[in-house]
């Protein structure tokens, strides 16, 4: 291999890590906190403004005030809806709720049969207890906000390196 050929394999082994590292990010925000972030190639599922249809693409590229979806330049004041299932405080409080009934019930069974030395048996207060817990967990646990509405607090931004809102994503060999 002459010279020149490494050399040029070199550069153009520069060049790609620079545009890897100068990657711009697309983020949903709320006031002042991200919601969403999305990198060139993840998947993107959005409505248009005036439409109930559901498009499903991928990011292709990113310009300052819109987005290309596979071969399709779309402005951020056109996007209606962004797509994407998120958890909130509700979610949490109603996998405690579901834990805590479901650990109330064992640790009464538990208590009744190797403690007391009984035999398995229901007491009423906590069964009715351990069912209210659960049933009122369970929807709390599962129900999860699957879209949301551009505009107001909700703004669409196209972040670049050095914003405070853009992520560095991390190096595979970085330890």
Do not use: C
């Not at 599922?45 to 005036?50: A, E, I, N, T």
């Not at 994407?84 to 538990?110: E, H, K, M, P």
């Not at 405070?164 to 595979?172: A, T």
């Amino acid at each position: 291999m002459t010279i020149f050929k490494q050399l040029l394999i070199l550069i153009l082994a520069l060049f790609t890590l620079q545009f890897a590292m100068a990657q711009k990010q697309f983020v949903l925000l709320k006031k002042e906190k991200v919601i969403l972030r999305l990198n060139p190639g993840d998947e993107f599922v959005f409505s248009l403004k005036g439409s109930k249809n559901i498009q499903r693409s991928y990011v292709n590229n990113l310009f300052d005030t819109a987005v290309m979806v596979h071969k399709t330049v779309i402005p951020f004041q056109k996007i209606d809806k962004v797509y994407f299932t998120r958890s909130n405080f509700g979610n949490v409080v109603g996998g405690l709720l579901v834990a805590g009934g479901i650990g109330y019930f064992l640790i009464d069974q538990i208590n009744v049969v190797i403690v007391n030395g009984d035999k398995a048996s229901l007491n009423d207060n906590v069964t009715t207890t351990s069912i209210a817990m659960v049933g009122v967990g369970l929807p709390m646990m599962l129900i999860k906000k699957k879209h949301q509405r551009i505009g107001g607090k909700y703004k669409l931004l196209t972040v670049k390196e050095g914003s405070p809102f853009y992520l560095k994503p991390l190096d595979k060999f970085e330890f």
